[in-house]
């Protein structure tokens, strides 16, 4: 489903906390940059990323903090050989 924002569009709220999860492992951003939140569109009844307003609880659990750091350290480890 494309949305008139043109924005990538997740089918669920779950959907998008991991997509978010897994973007802020893939470009390691720095704490408040890049997009830091999910959102239900009004126009698309999809959700989509924000990088704008208040940063996701999600992202600070102690589970979600632990497993991005792990990854982001994993992948620059794999790097290193590169
Ligand atoms: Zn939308």
Redo the contacts with the bound molecule.
Sequence with gaps: ?K???G?N?YDSEEVAKEALIQNRIRFNHRKGSGPINIYE??????W?FTSTGVEASFLNDDEVVKRVEKEIRLRDWADEFN
Excluded at 41 to 46: L, N, Q, R, T, V
């Design positions: 489903m949305c008139v924002s924005k569009s569109c009004s126009d698309c009844g999809a989509h």
